[in-house]
């Protein structure tokens, strides 16, 4: 069974021979670190490990040209607008056309990056203009409301391109948005000011048969879980999270097969030693693993203060387990 094969059969509570394993990308700098630590120089991460290929393809979704500081004001509204153009080719993605020709005989999973979720819609990047989108949501809602759709709209337009092309096996939607004890906005306002903007994005993925919509989200969003379910998403893939509030194992028990979800193991654990490994890997994976619709991965990108030795450990221990529960469900 191959890569995509495998990713929709979990996806689709199927019968996998085991459940993909994917790796976020492991830097050059981590990869120096660890030949000093006993990696063989010129050995390739994918052949150490058995591992699946993910690609993840990404259109242009920023303004052209670059507006600054909007929404200030009604007419920069139609500025805005002209700046997101969906017909432009520029836009596309560079690797398009390897994807395309690959076509449907492709034997690796492709996502599509759709959405870059509300803070960065709203040009965030950093505190002051945080602080002004904030002030916004009380102030000028309206103008929000309006920049957000026009967003919306964009993406839509652009998927709809994309999708005509290339058949993609999830779309993410990014989406920053928490604190560490909470959403950085409400339940509520999140409803009113984002997931009604992706509306017309997520009848587009619909439209073209994608199956598995993700929401890729970081620290705590826990509260907005309800919320993008009754939308449409189906999966979740938190990252760098509050391991406390987005534990996988109660979130699978209050919203069961409706969420599927990638990720969920503790990246302080493979910094923490073997014995924080196994029990993080052996008190989650094998529960989430028998619920099905579940694709184990550490929840934020391998850094050089994980050693090779930690991280050795971790995709051994992690491949006797999933095969383990890949031969049980074949037998049974």
Same mark, same amino acid.
């Given at each position: 069974m191959n890569s995509r094969r495998r990713f929709l059969e979990v996806m689709q509570f199927?019968?996998?021979?085991?459940v993909p394993y994917f790796e976020e990308g492991i830097r050059d700098e981590v990869l120096e670190v660890w030949r000093q630590q006993g990696l063989p120089r010129g050995a390739d991460i994918g052949g150490l490990f058995p591992s699946d290929r993910l690609e993840e393809m990404e259109p242009d979704?920023?303004?052209?040209?670059?507006?600054?500081?909007?929404?200030a004001s009604v007419s920069q509204l139609g500025e805005l607008r002209k700046s997101l153009d969906p017909d432009d080719q520029s836009r596309l993605p560079e690797d398009l056309n390897d994807h395309v020709k690959a076509g449907k005989a492709r034997d690796y999973t492709l996502f599509?990056?759709?959405?870059?979720?509300?803070?960065?819609?709203?040009?965030? +990047?950093g505190w002051n203009r945080f602080s002004e989108v904030m002030e916004a949501l009380v102030k000028e809602p309206q103008l929000v409301r309006e920049s957000m759709s026009i967003r919306g709209e964009f993406a839509a337009r652009l998927a709809e391109r994309l999708l005509q092309r290339v058949e993609v096996d999830a779309v993410i939607f990014n989406e920053p948005i928490g604190g560490n004890d909470r959403p950085l906005i409400s339940p509520r306002m999140?409803?009113?000011?984002?997931l009604s903007s992706y509306e017309p994005v997520l009848a587009a993925v619909r439209q073209y048969g994608v199956k598995t919509i993700i929401f890729r989200t970081y620290a705590n969003a826990r509260l907005l879980i309800p919320g993008i379910l009754k939308r449409g998403f189906n999966c979740l893939w938190a990252c760098e999270v509050n391991a406390a509030a987005m534990d996988y194992r109660d979130i699978r028990k209050e919203f069961g097969r409706d969420l599927r979800l990638i990720g969920g193991i503790?990246?302080?654990?493979? +910094?923490?030693?073997?014995?924080?490994?196994?029990?993080?890997?052996e008190e989650k994976?094998?529960?989430?693993?028998a619920g099905g619709g579940y694709v184990p991965l550490a929840d934020g990108r391998v850094r050089e203060d994980v050693s090779f030795e930690n991280y050795t450990y971790y995709r051994r221990l992690l491949e006797a387990l999933t095969q383990g529960a890949a031969s049980r469900g074949n037998s049974a």
């Open positions: 199927g019968s996998p021979d085991r979704l920023d303004p052209t040209p670059p507006i600054a500081n909007w929404p599509l990056r759709i959405h870059r979720g509300f803070f960065l819609s709203m040009g965030v +990047r999140y409803e009113e000011f984002v503790d990246l302080d654990a493979l +910094r923490g030693g073997k014995e924080a490994i196994r029990r993080e890997i994976v094998p529960a989430l693993l």
